[in-house]
């Protein structure tokens, strides 16, 4: 697909600014902005409208295919506000543009930066971008679980390298709850990092090694703590693949509210706190999974949910999406920080997320840039303290 695939889009944006804007609180609020790459760089070009001027720039031969673009292209943090509120304001969107420039850009071998050209060697190597053994990756489990069943845990690589302690979680969860489940013995990176970084080519071996393994390990269910992974194997491994996948998918949410609502999941000791809930973008806006994780908060003894202003499809970006922290981790951290901020104006004593990348982006900001003194967990970890 090139960018004339997207020519609609790009030729009928009227500039209407409605991407711009988180509606809810108007213009006066102190939350108005949707968009991380356009308040932070601030000049037009980073702001999604003033992409689709790029796009139709190059189209017309206005603009020469350069190394120059890259910055503009690659700050995207790919959070799909904009994509959400130009389909609400005008029925049209704004992602599949953006995707299609750094898909361009990888084709005419300009893009991607150099770093994410790194990370692709590193997904080939090691099936991981952390570089990690590759024979290590059910390193972290803490007791012992099959590598088969109908019910098959996709550990992603952050849960298995970076964010274990998640991953810990969930298996705690699935385990009180009854629920036999595996987990791969030789799963690979999703490809998340390869496709926004904008390749197409090693998206193919990579779908086509987790799903004939997922296959052979006789799942029917597969569910993901992390939504990265979650939302490439629901969006992208079957337009790659041309066909469904033969297992059905769930976020680790969803999977544990139905497994409360069957009895199966019960939640006893009391955590007597106060939190706030940070949407994850590729859980939420991107897949409209807002209510199962709250459901679940709902349910835990003694926790007290107060929502930030930005919620929901409204949520500000982590900053940890569209390959941000390999590329710019100083943007993600402001990108971060500006949540973390707005997690504190609640004065909750606690930032929760249902996403490994989530944690790691919110915590490291949390340390460094953003400085907080909120405590930042998975909401698996709440639920296996809860147990
Ligand atoms: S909302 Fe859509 S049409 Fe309006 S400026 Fe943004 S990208 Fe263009
Ligand atoms: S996806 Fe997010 S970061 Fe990217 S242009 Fe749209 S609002 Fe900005």
């Not at 409360?260 to 973008?281: S, V």
């Not at 991107?286 to 107060?306: F, K, Q, S, T, W």
Request: aromatic share 10%; hydrophobic share 35%.
């Amino acid at each position: 697909m090139g960018l004339e695939d997207f020519k609609e889009l790009i030729y009928r944006c009227s500039k209407c600014g409605a991407c711009r804007l988180t509606k809810e609180k108007g213009v006066h609020g102190p939350y108005n902005f949707s968009c991380p790459s356009g308040v932070k760089f601030g000049f037009e070009s980073y702001w999604p409208a003033g992409k689709n001027d790029i796009a139709r720039g190059l189209m017309e031969g206005n603009l020469e295919w350069s190394g120059r673009l890259m910055h503009r292209i690659y700050t995207c943090t790919t959070c799909g506000t904009c994509d959400m509120l130009c389909h609400e304001a005008t029925g049209k969107g704004t992602l599949p543009v953006i995707m299609g420039l750094r898909k361009e850009l990888v084709k005419r071998e300009i893009g991607p930066p150099v770093v994410l050209k790194k990370v692709r060697k590193d997904i080939d190597e090691h099936h991981n971008p952390q570089k990690m053994a590759h024979d290590e990756r059910r390193k972290w489990m803490t007791e012992e679980v099959p590598a088969t069943g109908k019910v098959m845990f996709f550990v992603g690589c952050t849960g298995a390298y970076i964010r274990q302690e998640i991953s810990g979680a969930v298996v705690k969860v699935l385990k009180s709850a009854g629920t036999e489940f595996g987990v791969l013995d030789d799963e690979w990176c999703c490809g998340y990092p390869d496709y926004y970084a904008g390749y197409e080519d090693p998206l193919e071996e990579i779908a086509r090694h987790n799903v004939e393994a997922l296959e052979k390990a006789g799942a029917e269910k597969v569910i993901f703590a992390c939504p990265g992974c979650y939302d490439v194997f629901k969006k992208r491994y079957p337009a790659i693949l041309g066909k469904q996948l033969p297992f059905e998918l769930q976020h680790t949410t969803e999977y544990f509210m139905d497994l409360m609502e069957k009895g199966a999941l019960r939640l006893n000791k009391e955590l007597g706190k106060r939190i706030t809930y940070h949407d994850p973008c590729k859980l939420g806006r991107m897949n409209g999974c807002y209510d199962a994780p709250r459901e679940l908060l709902a349910r835990i003894p003694g926790l007290e949910l107060v929502e930030m202003e930005r919620k929901r499809e409204f949520s500000w970006c982590c900053g940890g999406g569209g390959n941000i922290p390999f590329l710019y981790p100083s943007f993600a951290r402001w990108t971060a920080g500006g949540r973390l901020e707005e997690a504190e104006s609640t004065r909750a004593d606690m930032l929760v997320s249902a996403c490994p990348g989530c944690k790691n982006t919110l915590l490291d900001a949390s340390k460094g840039e953003g400085k907080s003194a909120l405590e930042v967990v998975d909401i698996t970890e709440l639920l296996a303290e809860s147990i």
